[in-house]
């Protein structure tokens, strides 16, 4: 892919820090600081890889980037504009064109909500996206879109697998038109067979729409096949970025290294040499 | 249905220690009977490691359960079948006495030790409790017991930290010590159940070491249950892959991993991301796993399985086991010969 002129997202000196507080006045009486001067860009249509033990931070980053967390310093921008010093209202539009799925589908989705109404919720907030006489059509078009049966939408999430939930969180991410997907261990939580048709449906979507994703995942296997640019984050810091293949071919740092020698291996008995 | 009949080439001469055979589990739900396990049959001896991997809703993790005699009653039954361990029917006998020899003999770990561990009581009361309550020790002796195995999974300052609660332990260490309480009474088969599957690669591995280590040195029987082809493969030398509660396919991991027979197998080895070269696209297997409710005719696979005929739309393929095939390498398919010939 040709490179853009300006990055879709651009993180500098990214900085967020939890407070630890007093017991009882509640007075904040220091910081854990989770994730510090993180760099990095995504490009519309390009696909970014988070990886990095539980704690290192992965997940931080996606929810500062996203506006759930308020980062301690440093920029967030999204087409140029800054996130993190937005108020809510200005985030309102940078967040249709920010989506995010969450790792676990039996928890992110409400479980009150029949499939046509999670979908649909989005257009409720974000008025115009879709006209109201054309949501059900759409629902459908969506359903299909990312493998469900549309005849399901007046489901509840209950009454689909983990793998038909996600895609309930796919379709319901897709529904704002984002360009930017930030995926936090989505397909971590299915089965093989089917993370690799959602693997799949991610990849072909972004060839069809151009999105671009921010993918988290403790999976290497699933980084690797899936991203163009990789951080390895460790205890909030970035240790190693790079393209993808550079980094999977020759990782530079102890860390990195140490990760991917971890990585369990399918077939142990062909490459006892490594 | 033919029961496995292929005994490992592992299986000592006296014979399995647990041996399963022709296991049905139903569950009565609103909607009515599903048939969790339809005819499962498996053995595992002392001293060797069997991997029972499948997707969610395969029955790998029922078949624990069953096992354990924790089946959510009145909604899960035993519907035939027999679970002999060590000569007595676990499937016939009181759920009460199956507990009681479960409390020793048979261990089991999940797959969340955080919400195994009770998170009010320091660890150390609770890896001492099966010596407090089983073998009727008094708190010190049963404390430094507790001691002794914290030490042994590998809890570093096991002496300070038996004071501990759970909240403070990392999700490797709490797994560490769910193992130590598994293993407290020297259990003779040890059940676990995704033991690995919320932990961090490096934890895992260290996790599936420990679990290894503790099997060589107690020669005790240990069934894997996995959704990851990947975690078990250093460590398990059986695997049994189970679809829609049945086993589907068995043999030597090697066997079933290299020479797959059962389209459902190929699929899963086909599915992993690194089965594929960088960029191009994964190769899943199309569909979704089944309906317990719903289960097509013939073949449950049949509907996902690119070798699908009108005789798996017809006919349950039995496990089998054709002539040249390693022997324990079975699997449930009319059309294995050409499954193995398309590899």
Known sequence: MPEPTAPLLSVKHLKVAYPVRSSILLRRIGENVAVSDVHFDINPGETVGLVGESGSGKSTVARTVIGLIRPDGGSIEFEGRDIAGSTPRQLRNVRRDMQMIFQDPYASLNPRLTVRDLIAEGWLVHRGVVPRNRWTAEVQELMERVGLNPDYASRYPHQFSGGQRQRISIARALALRPKLIICDEAVSALDVSVQAQVLNLLDDLQRDVGLAYLFISHDLSVIEHLCDRVLVLNKGVVVEQGSARELFEHPKDEYTKALFRAVPVVRPWLDSGS | ?343
């Open chain 2, 1 to 343: 249905m033919v029961k496995q009949t292929a005994p490992a080439a592992s299986a000592s001469a006296a014979g399995p220690l647990l041996s399963v055979e022709n296991l049905k589990v139903e569950f009565s739900t609103s909607a009515g009977v599903i048939r969790a396990l339809d005819g499962v049959s498996f053995e595992v001896s002392a001293g060797e490691t069997l991997a029972i991997l499948g997707e969610s809703g395969s029955g790998k993790s029922v078949t624990a359960q069953t096992i354990m005699a924790l089946l959510p009653k009145p909604a899960g039954s035993i519907a035939g079948g027999s679970i002999v361990y060590k000569g007595r029917d676990l499937a016939a006998e009181p759920i009460k006495q199956v507990r009681e020899l479960c409390s020793t003999e048979i261990a089991m770990i999940f797959q969340d030790p955080l919400s195994s561990l009770n998170p009010v009581f320091q660890i150390g009361y609770q890896v001492a409790e099966p010596f407090r309550r089983r073998l009727g020790m008094g708190k010190k002796e049963a404390w430094g017991k507790a001691l002794e195995l914290l030490k042994r999974v590998g809890i570093p300052n096991a002496e300070s930290r038996i004071r501990d609660f759970p909240h403070q332990f990392s999700g490797g260490q709490r797994q560490r010590i769910m193992i130590a309480m598994a293993i407290a009474l020297d259990p003779k088969l040890l059940i676990a159940d995704e033991p690995t599957t919320a932990l961090d690669v490096t934890v895992q591995k260290q996790i599936m070491r420990l679990l290894a280590d503790l099997q060589a040195e107690t020669g005790m029987a240990m069934i894997l249950i996995s959704h990851d082809l990947g975690v078990v493969a250093d460590v398990a030398e059986r695997a049994a892959i189970m679809y829609a509660g049945r086993i589907v396919e068995t043999g030597t991991i090697r066997e079933v991993y290299d020479h797959p027979a059962h389209p459902y197998t190929k699929g899963l080895l086909e599915s992993i991301p690194s089965a594929v070269p960088i960029g191009e696209r994964l190769t899943p297997i199309v569909g979704s796993p089944p309906n317990l409710l719903a289960l097509p005719s013939g073949c449950s696979f049949n509907p996902r399985c690119p070798f699908a005929t009108a005789q798996c739309r017809n006919v349950v393929p039995p496990l089998r086991q054709p002539a040249g095939w390693q022997p324990g390498h079975a699997a449930a398919c009319h059309r294995s010969e050409e499954v193995l010939a398309h590899a």
